[in-house]
């Protein structure tokens, strides 16, 4: 009894001896999961974790607003694979985070959220700051946590890096007390995770797997959709040598651009309500379709009545409530894409007798390129994509926002390699594309990273300008200025008869003038023939540098399947077409 009470005091000794206040654990918790950067804005409920960040020798990038903080670290998250992390103070802080964790959550992009939250004493009291930010963010977070121990943070902490970057990726939020942050306990690291109710299905069944393999043997005109969940496993090497086993084309989702290269000869480009005719065509005509890592989002498929109509459909996704839920499944696959494509190329894969079904899509890709009418006194947005295109040789890390630019980006830029694509899609977010950029960067620092903007989306975030001179950030800022919200403007053309509701900006701050007054170099150009002049010049170094580019006000993207159609239904696919979209549905 003795010698177990020696034990027991020497323990408690150890402990005591041990004890760290709750902000000095996170900062050791966040520092024993590898965490390099960290992206916040500082308020009265975090300054004890700020205080232990002083000297952590963690990298702590200030953000001029807390939107532009989890922009970033969406971006970062998007390029580096690893858990972008954030802290804001609590009440205003945490509710402007609430538009990047809804953003992360359906783009499934992994976050480690940490707010700040009044002293336990006084939550439910309207105390100065109090936000319910725990409840707020139920539905737009995978998990989320309220500490009200300093001892629970290292399972927590652990706990939430395991729960953002596993299974199907997405955002956690830690709600900490300021109490909790000045509590004391000892930090002991937990060995192991014990998560009984979470067990996602990463390995494919056997069984559904050899429905598929004999699925592709009978196929005459099967194609493969292609989407992020390919680019969150690191599949796009096997993504290549699957479709080349069985000969099958590819077709990508906005958010799965880059997971082929875009000059292989078997893919087809993007699909849904901006892609590619060919690629519509080919979802639209399909015989097998074999979806993987995709949602089926209403800007894939149009009308779902429409979509496939004729396909047995294979799915194969790590979430299975994406499964069935949009478009009816015949083969369902719970799966991590990489484990489903690793383990179907260890079968002796027969090609799917699909060589006329590869001529017929090659004569309507002949037939239905993309297009624009190019002029000589103004300059078209197409234009300047495939310059960024030819001067990055394909391989820039593109960022961008929502409407017009970011459509043209994705139908010109033309991926060479994985993970160059950032953009939020599932939400929509204006204002997202320049600070995901900026978290591209500090995830890539060797990288070329262009933040491709629209005037409208730009002025959001754009006090983010701050970080490129204040971090050594080369981030290029190009923002192709067409005086309009573009994507609400040529809805408003179409199909609201040209009444353009608040969608034109003719006031606009000088963008050059801004650009030099937070110490980086500026250029407007608006004549067709110095805009390669301006482009070349600016990536001839690592420097920062933004270029108003003045486009085409007029100008549309196209081709484009009208509200309430179906995929084969796109308009605009010529430019005879391009004035007889069809009345809103």
């Given at each position: 009894m003795a010698e177990k009470t020696v034990a027991q005091a020497d323990d408690a000794a150890y402990r005591a001896k041990d004890e760290r206040t709750g902000s000095e654990i996170v900062v050791q918790a966040l520092k024993d999961e590898g965490v390099d950067v960290i992206f916040g804005y500082p308020g009265g409920a975090v300054l004890h974790l700020?205080?232990?960040?002083?000297?952590?020798?963690?990298?702590?990038?200030?953000?001029?607003?807390?939107?532009?903080?989890?922009?970033?670290?969406?971006?970062?998250?998007?390029?580096?694979?690893?858990?972008?992390?954030?802290?804001?103070?609590?009440?205003p802080g945490a509710t402007n985070l609430m538009t990047g964790l809804t953003d992360a959550m359906i783009d499934s992009?992994?976050?480690?959220?940490?707010?700040?939250?009044?002293?336990?004493?006084?939550?439910?009291?309207?105390?100065?700051?109090?936000?319910?930010?725990f409840s707020m963010t139920m539905p737009v977070t995978k998990y989320n946590y309220q500490v009200k121990k300093a001892a629970d943070l290292p399972r927590v902490i652990r706990e939430?890096?395991?729960?953002?970057?596993?299974?199907?990726?997405?955002p956690v939020l830690i709600d900490l007390p300021k109490d909790v942050t000045a509590e004391r306990a000892p930090y002991v690291r937990p060995e192991s995770i014990d998560l009984p109710g979470y067990q996602p299905t990463t390995v494919p069944h056997e069984v559904q797997l050899k429905k598929l393999v004999a699925l592709i043997s009978k196929a005459k005109k099967p194609v493969i959709l292609a989407g992020a969940g390919i680019l969150h496993a690191r599949a796009e090497k096997h993504l290549v040598q699957f479709a080349?086993?069985?000969?099958?084309?590819?077709?990508?989702t906005l958010l799965g651009l880059g997971g082929m290269p875009y000059d292989h000869p078997l893919y087809l480009g993007m699909g849904g309500m901006h892609g590619l005719v060919v690629a519509n065509r080919a979802l639209y005509e399909a015989d097998l379709l074999i979806n993987i890592g995709a949602r089926f989002d209403d800007r894939l498929t149009g009308d779902p009545l429409h979509f496939a109509k004729n396909a047995t459909v294979v799915h194969i996704d790590i979430d299975p409530s994406e499964i069935g839920k949009i478009i009816p499944t015949d083969v369902p696959i719970v799966s991590d894409a990489r484990e489903a494509l690793a383990r179907l190329l260890s079968y002796p894969l027969e090609n799917a007798d699909s060589e006329d079904w590869l001529n017929t899509l090659s004569a309507i890709n002949e037939r239905y390129p993309l297009w624009y009418t190019p002029d000589s006194h103004m300059i078209k947005p197409q234009e300047v994509i495939r310059l960024v295109h030819r001067l990055t040789r394909g391989e820039a890390i593109i960022t961008t926002d929502v409407g017009q630019h970011q459509m043209w980006a994705a139908q010109y830029y033309g991926f060479q390699k994985a993970h160059r694509w950032v953009t939020s899609g599932g939400l929509g977010t204006m204002g997202f594309g320049f600070p995901a950029a900026i978290g591209a960067k500090l995830a890539a620092r060797d990288d070329t990273v262009v933040a491709i903007v629209g005037d409208a989306g730009f002025q959001m975030t754009m006090q983010e300008l701050a970080l490129l001179k204040e971090y050594g950030l080369g981030v290029k800022v190009l923002i192709l200025n067409n005086f309009a919200l573009g994507m609400v403007r040529q809805w408003q053309e179409l199909f609201y008869a040209k009444r353009y509701s608040e969608s034109l900006l003719p006031f606009q701050p000088d963008y050059v003038k801004m650009a030099e007054a937070y110490g980086i170099d500026g250029y407007r150009v608006q004549d067709p023939f110095e805009l390669e002049q301006v482009l070349t010049?600016?990536?001839?170094?690592?420097?920062?540098?933004l270029v108003d580019i003045r486009i085409d006000p007029q100008e549309n993207v196209y081709p484009m399947i009208p509200p309430g159609k179906g995929i084969h239904q796109m308009e605009g696919v010529s430019p005879s077409e391009a004035g007889t979209l069809s009345p809103r549905a």
């Open positions: 700020y205080d232990a960040l002083y000297d952590a020798g963690i990298a702590h990038i200030l953000a001029r607003h807390e939107q532009g903080a989890i922009h970033a670290a969406e971006g970062y998250a998007r390029i580096s694979g690893r858990p972008g992390v954030v802290i804001a103070t609590s009440g992009l992994p976050l480690v959220v940490i707010t700040g939250q009044v002293g336990t004493h006084v939550m439910g009291t309207d105390a100065f700051q109090e936000a319910p930010i939430a890096f395991h729960l953002a970057s596993s299974g199907r990726p997405g080349e086993r069985t000969r099958i084309p590819v077709v990508h010049r600016i990536f001839t170094d690592d420097a920062p540098a």
